[in-house]
Structure formats: C-alpha cells, structure tokens
C-alpha cells in the first residue's frame, strides 16, 4: 500500500506541473489566434488541454524517477546499483548534491541553514518555504510567481547569480547539463507532490485565468505604460524596492498580463488591485507588462 | 508644507539662500521653463515628472522654501509613537541631482500671469512657460473665534508637519495625568478627510500608554466624518470610554478659544483643556489666490490637465485645486501631478499625451496593527474630476487584515516618497 | 470608571409657558456590554450606565431603563412640557454605583 | 464624499465585532420571552408605535433610533438578533410633553428591531423593523 502511494502521489504532482507547464507554453504552442481581444475568458481547459497531452508524455518519465526513488529513500546505495537508467540518473544527482549540502538540507529531519530546505522544492513557489530569510530578490520571484520547475531549476543551477539577480546563494553553478539534470531528478525524489505541496503559497501562484492568447500576445505600447505605470509607482516602487507592497518591475509579460486580469476578474482579491484592475483595458495592461518587463534598475 | 506667508515672516530662518541665480537661468536659452511653486505631494511629483520624462528638453524650477520637507500623511503616526519625526522628513538633493530640477529654496510672493513672471522673496523673477501652483493649504482667518496663527504655540494646529506636529506631540506627553485633550476639527473640505480622525487614533494609543485616565473630546462642526463607522468601532474596541465627539447637535460647531486661559467655549460651556489642537477652516495656499486663480476658498481647475480655469498656462494641483470627488489628500496630489505633467510635457515639446487618469487611497492606522484603508478611481469629465469606482474596508475584520492593512501602508509611504522625492 | 465621566445637556436658556422644548443629553462612559472578550479572550466584565432620569421641578420628564446595548457614550433626546420657570435635574446612574447629575435653570417669561 | 449609499450596500457585508460576536445569537424566544416579561403576557396589537431607525445601519455599534406613540406611557425596544434582546425602556412621565425619545444603539448584526408601547389603558402595541448591519462612510 506505501508503495502503492508512493507511486500514486508523484504522478498526480507530475500532472499537476504539467498542467502549469502548459500555462507557461500556451502562449508558443496555441496558434496565434485570429479571435478578438474580448474573447480572452475563454476556459482555462480549452488553452490546457491543447498542450497537455504532449506534456505529460514527456513528463512521465520524470514522474517515474519521482515515484521510484520515493518507495526507497535515496539513502540506499544498493538500490541505485539496481541499473535502472533512470535510478543511476538519480544517484548520479545525489553525488552533485554534495557541492549543495553545505547550505542546503534535504529528507526526513532537514532544516533551513544557510540555505532553506529543499523537500518539496521542485514544483514549489520560490521564496516559500517558512522561516528562512530570503534575499529580496528571490522573495520578488516569488511574488511574481516563479515555480522551480525543471526549466527554471536548469537555469537556476547553470548560474544562480545570472539567472536570478540579487540571489543570496553564492554558488557559482553546476557545471554541465548532465550534472543538472541529475540534481534536479535527485530533488524530485524529495518532492512528493511538486505542485501545491501542503503550501499555500504554492496553489496562489498557479495561473488563475486562462487568457487566450490574443490577449497574451498583444504587443504593449511602452510608452503608454511609462504613463500608466505612474498611477502604480505611488505604492510600487519603480526601483524594485519592496515593503509592505510587492515588487512589481522585470516581471516575464505574460505573468504581469495574467496576474493583472486575475486581479481584475476578481480571482485574486485585493481592494486597491480589484479597483486599479477593474478599469484597465486589455491594451493597458499590455502597456504596462510591457514597460515594466523593461525597466531597468 | 504650503506656503503660509504670515508664518514665513514671523520666522527668520525660512528664506535665505538660493541654490542658482534664478534671474540668468531664465534667459539664458531658448528651452521651455516650468516653475513649480509648492514642494510637497503635488508640487515635488510634478516638477519630478516633468524633468524626469522630458529628460532635460524642459528646465525645472521647484520654489520650496523649506530644505527638509515633512509629509502630513504619516506624522499622525508619530503622535501616536509609531514613526520618529525624521521617517517622515525628505530633503530634494535627489530632484536636484538625479532630475536635473532646479530647486529653489525661497518663498514665491508674486505671480504675473499676464508676464509670465513668477517672484520671490529673494527679490528674483523667474520666467516661465507654464507655471504648476501646488501651494496646499492655508487657514481661513477667523473660523475658529479666539484663534490665530499667531495662537498656534500655544493651541497647535499641527495640520502642516513639521515643528507643529512636535509641539502638539511635547504638549500631550506632558499632559497632566487624567487630563482632557480637546481636538476643534474643521468644517468641510479640509485636507485629509480622515487625518483629524485618525489623528484621534494615535493620541488616544499615546495617551492609553502614558495617562490612561486622561479623556479626548472633539469639537466637530459636521455631522458625519470620514471612515467614521470604522473609527468609531476601534475607538469602542481599543480606546473605550476616552474619547466623545461633539457633532453639531450638541454645538460642536459653535466654537471659540480662548489660548490664554487655555479654555474652549463649546456652545456656551466652557472647558479648560490642558491640550488644544486646533483644526481650522482651510483654503487654498495663499499664493494662489495672489495668483488670481482662486474662486472662493479654491482654485477651479479642468479636470482634464489640472489647469487653471482662470489661465491655461497655470495649473493647480492637490489640496489647492477644486478638485471635484477627490478627496484632499497627498496621494490625490501625486496622482494629479502626474497627469498635469504630461499634458504640461506635451504643449510643451510635442510628446504624447495620454487621457486623465487619477486614483486616491487613504490608510488610517486607528491602533497597534489595526489599519483600515478607502479608496477610489477618478476620470476627467467636463465638469469635474469624478469617481469611476471604490472601496473601504469593512466593521469587523480580522486582525490578520487589519495588520496586513497597516503593513500595506507603510509600503504605500515609502513608494509614494520615492515616487514625489526621487 | 468613575473618573472623567462628563454628562452634558442641551436645552433652550428661556421658553414661554407651557412651551415644549427639545432636550438632548451625552454622557461619556464606555457602556462595556459585558458581552465583549478581550485580546486573551476573557470576558470583559460589564460596566455601564443602568438608569437616566429627567426630573423638572420634582416632576418626571422621562425615565430610561438601559441595557448593554445602547452605545457608549449615551445620548438620548426627548420632549418635555416647561409650565413655568424652574430647574431641570438630568441623573445617570452606573453599574458602579456612581451618580452623576447635572442642573439646568430654564426662565419662563 | 463620492461613496453614496448605494454603493455601500453593494460593497457591505460586515458584520460588528465589538458587541457580541463571540455570543451564540439569541433564539427568537429570547426576545418573545423578553417582550412577555415587559406586557406580562398580555395580546398586543400591531402598529400604533412609531419606530424610526434606518433600514441599513453604517455602524452596528451606534445605530440612531426614534421611538414614538401617542399615548403611551412607556415604550421598551428589543434587538432580536442581540445575545441579550432588551435594549432600554422609556417611561414617560407627567410632564413629558410626547412620548418621544431618541437614542443609538448597538447591533449585533442584522435583524429585526420591535418596539412595544404600553398605552394609558394598559393594552400593548407593537412596531418591527428589519436592519441590516453593514458599513458605509464617505469617500476620502
């Protein structure tokens, strides 16, 4: 029956960063559509279902990875001499994990240290785990919606202090592909369900509307923006400076666009967002995307 | 902080040096000249804003008299002990340094709209193009019988910050214990809907820690108040039995003073009071009535690009301007400054300008971790500046919100001051 | 709560025989229900003002009976009948056993 | 300021916290039990009593209400929704020139606020108004 779960639950996390990977793909892989901005509430399932079946076949196998080493904890060798491919993989990755643990804890009784722990990492809204103190940077990824998936932890590991500027992690990076994607199979086996793991934060940050691309691929008018943006400075700071009120400068286009017409659809809630959201048009929040993404410190 | 003439020449140390020689600067070359006479919410915004997007194709004077610029949002929370004076204080070397705005500290006297001249107490003329009025507020003489500036040592108004708000502050630390704070709040429309109120709050924290048995009365000429059902459960929940409110049934609006003796005639009863603050009627800061642009206690304005319905080539912004639904507050100011400057942007060098667009939130902390919020979206109409939308926090609300709220509004201070001081 | 508790009133100074006249009376006091838990969730015990009369010349002008649930700082305002020159007696009594009275001559001419 | 009542009760849904939150709400038969306790049981008639309180109350903790009824030489208003119904009884003495009073109260949340008067021949009349408890307050 453990064994039975520890199959199952992966799986259904699996999907789940499937289906969120395909918010983040739709916008290449739907076809630049020809219907009018205004059609933008078009379901969340009609954009997910066109890219998820492609996903999740290249996704199984991660899965996989996850629920096998899930049954049996990494701590034992024998098990990753059992030559499975994707167990050497695995264990492969919990050799590069020494360059980590320094800072960073994983399994039944980690801790945060210099670095937060990383169960669950894989999947998880960056900055969210509780009690560790994150760079400020890092909390505005978070903010803004980064999820550690395998594109964003590649990326993350290749150069931290590239990929994600104003990092606290001085680790100069993995060095070859190979060594990364190992990592990031080995930390899967520490991710029970990457999605949404026990975290609130987690499921806030998943996509809560699903726009239609027409709405996603307008193309902002910075200059528009650079106006419009005046009226969210008075609380943001332009300079990327946050407290009390989140960072809103350099966010990717599409999670501006998405976060805004969350909070203008009411699906995020927040008085001040709500009233500023309601009364900006398709075209202004591409402006503002768009100027914002740009911004330079 | 506005441009109280009187004040001015009762202190020695206001208007002194001038960082240019505002004379030369004016004639000097063929760029287009904006002065801006007022450094706060409103005045600072735009003279930044200006400078800033026109990135140096438009020369920037800001006249301030004042180095060191004290914001009245904010310095509530410094009676009540939760900010020290200097959280609240901002210098414009950045305008000056970062934006190239020429900032002049001296007090601006006289205006000539027909030469386009702005003068100071310095003595020096400054030219301009298009001339940006955000002066805030004055007091009207004689709202409150008994009272005058001249008073204001002895019964602070603390409604411009800065040394009055550390007067009313030294006044109610030292108030004798179980003494009685007596608050003479202004008629309608004043500067900071909430302020008086919120304002209330944070002496009612100060007083509850220090001289628990002391009481808080208010004199209020009207008869509802802004956030009032809010205010008016937290004074119930944090602050039970310290504070009663005279609304105008009970005479609160039939007031005089008597700084001498220290007393308040409420309606024919007289209180003696160890704490007076008095919150007189306001108008708009005198320079705009020396500028003619006034009508009334305010200054007309299109809603449009803030101008001047007397001159299209004055523009009034904040406290100042008859603004239409806005409330008078810094946040309504810095909105307005940023459509003035683009549309000042535009007649001057050709550059887009894009559609009015303001929005206001005001926070009030009543206690320790309990803020509460209102807020509203505004469009130009031809009449007026009216409200599109809004909202306002609820009775009742979990703490959890209320805290949340507060820490939302320190966020709010320090953006709106990077967005006004650069 | 004894301390600091300021009863005040409102009626006209002069009226004609038999006028009747408008009267409004506030009084601060905190009126804890006795319903209210604190920040540590005990139950704030009740203290309020039970009782205010209007009296005129030893008459009864109005007698109110009050509970938890009239507001702090109690007003009240009501009618009375003024036949001739004399005083107004307003009392309130507290929980506490405190009485607070204030005195109001009218002059009937 | 820009906020009218209309917009209040499209943005209200408080409730009041400092009066009785943490009570159980009152049953129907506390207030009926109340009100017997006042007319001793006896039949009342409905209306005859003037009961002026506003259909939406902007602030639960101080609701203003008018009670009047010729003729009535006491009048005793009830919140049914209240943890404790009675709210305060007005007697009305001889020179008393109506049977008039005005006051503010507090509200639990929303309900039904009655007021029985007892006439000079010893009947009882009754009047109910339904109040929903919200927030309003002005713009600004």
Redo the contacts between chains.
């Keep these: 029956m453990l064994r039975f779960f520890g199959v199952f639950i992966p799986s259904i996390g699996a999907v789940a960063v499937v289906l969120l990977s395909a918010y983040v793909f739709a916008n290449r892989l739907v076809e630049k559509a020809p219907e009018p901005a205004a059609a933008y509430m078009s379901g969340p399932t009609a954009v997910q279902q066109e890219v998820a079946p492609k996903e999740v076949t290249e996704s199984i196998g991660d899965a996989d990875v996850a629920a096998n080493e899930a049954a049996e904890p990494p701590s034992g060798i024998e098990e990753a001499t059992t030559t499975s491919p994707v167990s050497e993989r695995v264990a492969a990755g919990e050799k590069a994990f020494r360059k980590c643990r320094a800072c960073h804890q994983v399994g039944e009784d980690a801790k945060n240290r210099a670095g937060p722990t990383l169960n669950g990492v894989v999947g998880r809204v960056a900055a969210s785990v509780d009690g560790f103190n994150y760079s400020k940077a890092m909390k505005a990824a978070g903010m803004r919606g980064l999820i550690w998936n395998d594109e964003e932890l590649a990326g993350y590991l290749a150069k931290p202090r590239v990929y994600l500027r104003g990092t606290k992690m001085s680790f100069a990076g993995l060095k070859s592909e190979d060594e990364i994607a190992a990592t990031i199979a080995y930390l899967k086996t520490f991710s029970e369900s990457p999605v949404g793991a026990g975290d609130g934060d987690a499921s806030a940050a998943a996509p809560e509307v699903a726009l239609d691309s027409s709405v996603l691929d307008i193309e902002g008018d910075p200059e528009y923006g650079e106006y419009l943006s005046s009226e969210c400075t008075t609380c943001h700071q332009a300079d990327g400076d946050d407290e009390g009120i989140p960072s809103i400068v350099r966010w990717a286009e599409d999670r501006f666009v998405t976060v805004m017409h969350a909070y203008k659809l009411g699906v995020r809630e927040h008085p001040v967002m709500n009233m500023v959201a309601g009364r900006l048009g398709n075209e202004e929040i591409a402006a503002l995307a768009a100027y914002f993404a740009a911004l330079e410190d | 902080m506005s441009l109280n003439r009187r004040s001015f020449l009762a202190s020695s140390a206001g208007a002194t040096a001038t960082l240019a020689a505002p004379a030369v600067w004016g004639a000097s070359h063929g760029r287009p000249r904006v002065v801006v006479i007022g450094g706060g919410a409103g005045g600072a915004t735009a003279a930044r804003?200006v400078a800033k997007?026109s990135d140096g194709a438009i020369d920037v004077a800001l006249v301030e008299p004042t180095r060191t610029y004290y914001t009245c949002f904010f310095s509530n929370l410094y009676l009540g002990g939760f900010k020290e004076v200097s959280d609240i204080g901002h210098s414009y070397g950045t305008l000056a340094s970062a934006h190239g705005v020429n900032v002049v500290h001296d007090w601006a006297v006289g205006v000539d709209r027909s030469a386009k001249t702005v003068t100071l107490a310095g003595g020096a003329t400054l030219d301009y193009d298009k001339l940006i009025l955000s002066p805030g507020i004055d007091f009207v003489d004689g709202s409150v019988p008994g009272w005058d500036v001249s008073a204001q040592n002895k019964m602070p108004h603390a409604y411009k910050a800065g040394s009055q708000t550390e007067l009313l502050k030294a006044q109610l630390m030292g108030m004798k214990e179980?003494g009685?704070f007596i608050m003479v709040a202004p008629p309608n429309p004043y500067r900071?809907?909430?302020g008086p109120y919120e304002r209330v709050s944070m002496v009612a924290h100060l007083l509850k820690n220090n001289n628990p048995?002391?009481?808080i009365l208010i004199a209020d000429p009207k008869e509802?108040?802004?956030?009032?059902?809010?205010f008016?459960?937290g004074w119930?929940?944090h602050y039970?039995?310290?504070i009663?409110?005279?609304g105008p049934?009970?005479?609160g609006g039939n007031i005089s003073v008597d700084p001498e003796a220290m007393t308040v005639d409420i309606?024919g009863?007289v209180e003696s009071a160890d704490v007076v603050n008095v919150i007189p009627a306001m108008k708009a800061g005198r320079i705009a009535e020396v500028a003619g642009v006034t009508d009334g206690n305010w200054a007309p304005v299109n809603a449009v690009d803030m101008s001047s319905k007397a001159d299209p080539d004055v523009h009034v912004l904040g406290d100042a301007s008859q603004q239409g639904?806005?409330?008078?507050?810094g946040?309504s100011a810095?909105?307005q400054a940023?459509v003035c400057a683009?549309a000042v942007r535009g007649a001057l060098t050709g550059s887009?300008v894009?559609p009015a667009?303001f929005?206001?939130?005001?926070w009030s902390l009543i206690a320790s971790n309990d803020g509460v919020?209102?807020?509203?979206?505004y469009e130009a109409t031809p009449e007026k500046i009216a409200?599109?939308?809004?909202?306002?926090?609820?009775?009742?609300?979990d703490a959890a919100l209320r805290k949340a709220t507060y820490?939302?509004?320190?966020?709010?201070y320090?953006?709106?001051a990077?967005?006004i001081f650069g | 709560m004894a301390t600091g508790v300021q009863p005040r009133v409102k009626l006209p100074k002069t009226a004609s025989a038999g006028d009747t006249i408008t009267i409004r009376t506030l009084i601060n006091h905190k009126m804890e229900s006795g319903q209210r838990k604190d920040s540590d969730g005990n139950i704030v015990p009740r203290s309020i003002i039970n009782r205010f009369t209007a009296e005129f010349n030893g008459h009864s002008v109005i007698d109110v009976q009050m509970e938890p649930a009239i507001s702090s700082n109690p007003y009240f305002q009501f009618e009375s009948t003024v036949p001739e020159s004399g005083e107004f007696v307003f009392t309130w009594y507290d929980d506490d056993g405190d009485v607070y009275t204030l005195s109001r001559r009218i002059e009937v001419g | 300021m820009p906020m009218t009542r209309r917009d209040v009760i499209v943005l209200a849904t408080g409730s009041v916290a400092a009066y009785g939150l943490n009570a159980v709400p009152a049953r129907a038969s506390a207030a009926d039990d109340a009100i017997a306790a006042f007319t001793g049981g006896a039949e009342f008639a409905d209306g005859g009593v003037v009961l002026d309180i506003p259909e939406i109350a902007e602030n639960g903790n101080a609701v203003p209400i008018s009670i009047s009824a010729d003729g009535a030489v006491a009048i005793m208003v009830f919140a049914t929704g209240n943890p404790l119904p009675g709210v305060a009884k007005f007697s009305f003495g001889p020179l008393a020139a109506s049977s008039f009073g005005s006051t503010r109260i507090r509200l639990a949340r929303s309900q039904d606020v009655i007021a029985v008067a007892k006439m000079e021949d010893g009947t009882f009349r009754k009047t109910s108004r339904s109040v929903k408890v919200t927030i309003g307050g002005c713009g600004g």
Excluded: H
């Design positions: 804003y997007d179980g009685l900071c809907p909430p048995t002391a009481k509802k108040f802004s956030k009032q059902a809010l008016e459960e119930e929940k039970g039995g310290m009663s409110r005279l049934d009970f005479g309606d009863q639904d806005m409330p008078k507050s946040f810095n909105s940023k683009n887009r894009f667009r929005s206001n939130t005001c919020k209102v807020g509203a979206t409200k599109v939308d809004g909202f306002i926090s609820q009775t009742g609300e820490e939302e509004s320190e966020g709010w320090a953006g709106i990077a967005d």
